[in-house]
């Protein structure tokens, strides 16, 4: 991975306690305040409280993070992690067992509502 844990902590902190969305450019994954989040080997645990229940939602480590003004993205396309003449190679690989971010972008961005 390109990004260490300090860095992705770093970038996490300003979102802590705020009442966020998780989503990508197809469809909100979840949403609410989060309380507190993990870095572990692989994966960033969020722990979001969403009307009066607390939930666990885990990512893989993206291949990049940036901000857009008050919007996170994390960047999930392979062309952002493998070299443009090898791509053709890993399109080729199996992805029937693929997950929901595969080669697309994850935003989480301030939620307007103050109550979620």
Not at 80 to 93: A, D, E, G, Y
């Amino acid at each position: 991975m390109n990004i260490s844990i300090e860095k992705v902590t770093n970038f996490l902190k300003p979102l802590l306690l705020q009442n966020i969305i998780i989503k990508t450019d197809k469809k909100i994954l979840k949403r609410g305040k989060l309380k507190i989040f993990q870095v572990k080997q692989y994966y960033i645990n969020f722990t979001l409280e969403y009307k009066d229940s607390i939930k666990s939602y885990e990512i893989p480590y993206p291949y990049k993070m940036n901000w857009d003004e008050e919007t996170a993205i994390l960047n999930y396309h392979l062309s952002s992690f493998i070299p443009f003449r090898q791509i053709n190679r890993v399109k080729f690989l199996d992805s029937s067992s693929k997950s929901k971010l595969y080669d697309s972008l994850m935003y989480i961005l301030p939620s307007e509502e103050s109550s979620l």
